[in-house]
């Protein structure tokens, strides 16, 4: 690997990342360094378009210097980590629909006057990543600005002949399921998750109903799925408050605040940026996909879709069979 050009002009630096990339998938016609990339596409598939984007301040903190992080801040992201991460949350919406990812862009705004180190190892960690989950980098955007440092990723997948995975198939009945474990993503998960695409591709293979990324915390994200696969009729869920994975991370940040076990619960149900998949499947389904699950991560069943009565919450937690509305406490960004 050369080392990123010591200079502030951006012709430079695109001719070094494009030096550096990772090997393209044959079907890319047209990379990095035209106007826009070109990209072969079979008759008759289905694509899936994501863009999401990461903002410092937001969705990770690069330390200063003489700043000191507090524990319950969590760990300081590396310019690495910054880029992974970006690539990683638009896998983690194909892995919700059940996309094999194929390209993407990246469109980047550096601070002004941003150091070689922090040019070089943001894209160093977009293109591990790439390489890692086998996307092809097509090209993108480089600016500079007075601003906080942002990169934004666009995503091409497709479904190679499955059905997407949407939010809107949950039925009354379903069983509720999730992979991973929940809560206190802030300690560094949020930084360094695994984004489940082959197990989201396994899963609509085997004819689950809906499915969602927990980007948000599952009390949001599930209220999603209920909330689009309520066009027949009103639907809700049931979650069994011993069945959530409580995560060691979401124990150790409520013991950091002071607080126990319930706390740690309450980081299970609402944090955000788990990226684990929260799915809702027909009962004998889920018993197939429980008997053949070939991964090392873990997956249980939380509850249970139902029929939602008028002035129900839509999500309600039951201890020990006593059922109390649960509040909708995950992340929303204020416009």
Not at 2 to 12: G, L
Not at 280 to 309: H, M, N, Y
């Amino acid at each position: 690997m050369t080392h990123a050009p010591n200079v502030s002009d951006e012709f430079a630096y695109i001719k070094w990342l494009r030096s550096e990339l990772p090997p393209a998938t044959p079907r890319l016609e047209l990379g990095p360094g035209d106007d826009a990339a070109i990209l072969r596409i079979e008759q008759k598939e289905r694509i899936v378009l994501k863009a999401d984007s990461v903002l410092e301040g937001v969705h990770f903190v690069i330390k200063a210097p003489g700043v000191k992080m507090q524990p319950s801040q969590g760990p300081a992201a590396t310019p690495e980590e910054v880029g992974r991460k970006a690539l990683c949350r638009c896998l983690s919406d194909m892995a919700a629909m059940g996309a094999v990812p194929i390209a993407c862009m990246a469109a980047v705004a550096l601070h002004e006057g941003a150091g070689v180190k922090l040019r070089e190892e943001l894209f160093l960690g977009l293109a591990k990543a790439c390489a890692t989950y086998g996307v092809t980098l097509a090209g993108g955007d480089t600016q500079s600005w007075h601003g906080p440092l942002m990169m934004s990723v666009s995503m091409v997948g497709e479904m190679q002949g499955e059905r997407p995975a949407i939010r809107g198939g949950a039925a009354e009945g379903d069983v509720i399921a999730i992979t991973g474990s929940l809560g206190g993503s802030i300690l560094g998960h949020h930084l360094r998750f695994e984004p489940r695409v082959t197990e989201g591709r396994f899963l609509v293979r085997h004819g689950i109903s809906a499915m969602i990324d927990l980007s948000d915390g599952i009390s949001g994200d599930l209220a999603h799925i209920c909330e689009e696969s309520s066009r027949r009729q009103p639907l809700g869920a049931d979650l069994v408050a011993e069945a959530i994975p409580v995560s060691k991370a979401a124990r150790r940040l409520a013991k950091i605040e002071g607080k126990g076990g319930e706390r740690a619960l309450e980081h299970a149900l609402h944090d955000g940026e788990d990226f684990e998949l929260c799915f809702t499947v027909p009962p004998f389904r889920w018993q197939r996909i429980v008997r053949e699950w070939p991964f090392d991560t873990p997956i249980r069943a939380l509850g249970v879709i139902r029929s939602r009565k008028p002035n129900e919450p839509v999500i309600r937690l039951l201890r020990k069979g006593e059922a109390e509305a649960l509040a909708l406490k995950s992340w929303v960004h204020k416009l």
